[in-house]
């Protein structure tokens, strides 16, 4: 009866000693890690869609960005927005090339892309008054100068076919031959 009773003991101090493990090992170590999520845990991911923005350079359009960006953010903080994200970051990446981001694409060194993806989230952060934007990723970037769109442009111009035509001009592409069989 004494071996059945320590036995029983013996189970449950086991059983607590493994309850009261697996619960602290899980629990946070710190305040500072239970406010911070860890990179991209945690934050929702926004896909944006593919956005064409014309880069204007010495006073002229000299040819389009075309981007797909992603942006990371936290949802407690997307939920309290007044506007719409997708608006506030369209507005905010237009906003940003065309007011702080000079590019000489004749010069390719010029572009950085880190620059830009930095500054976008810093200009919505800036107008949202908060850290919203955690991330810019960049999904596809493009660039397309204006003389490759007139030259395609250009390429795809097919001389206009006739699907409806007159009885006259009908006659002078046969000839004026009615030949009906009768």
């Not at 908060?130 to 250009?154: F, G, M, T, W």
């Not at 111009?157 to 006659?171: C, D, M, S, V």
Request: contains cysteine; charged residues 25%.
């Amino acid at each position: 009866m004494i071996k059945f009773i320590v036995g029983a003991l013996w189970l449950c101090a086991v059983t607590a000693g493994t309850i009261f493990f697996s619960f602290s090992a899980s629990a946070p170590k710190s305040e500072s890690d239970a406010k911070d999520p860890a990179y991209f845990g945690g934050l929702d991911y926004i896909k944006a869609d593919m956005i064409s923005v014309p880069h204007i350079y010495d006073g002229e359009v000299q040819g389009y960005f075309l981007a797909r960006l992603v942006y990371t953010a936290e949802p407690t903080k997307l939920k309290a927005l007044t506007i719409p994200m997708q608006n506030l970051l369209l507005d905010s990446v237009y906003e940003f090339i065309y007011g702080n981001f000079p590019v000489d694409v004749t010069k390719p060194d010029s572009f950085n892309l880190e620059a830009m993806k930095s500054g976008i989230r810093d200009n919505i952060n800036t107008r949202a008054g908060s850290d919203l934007i955690h991330e810019v990723l960049v999904e596809q970037v493009d660039y397309i100068p204006k003389s490759e769109i007139r030259d395609n442009a250009l390429k795809r111009r097919i001389a206009p076919t006739k699907f409806l035509t007159t009885g006259k001009e009908a006659e002078s592409e046969t000839g004026g031959n009615d030949s009906g069989g009768h």
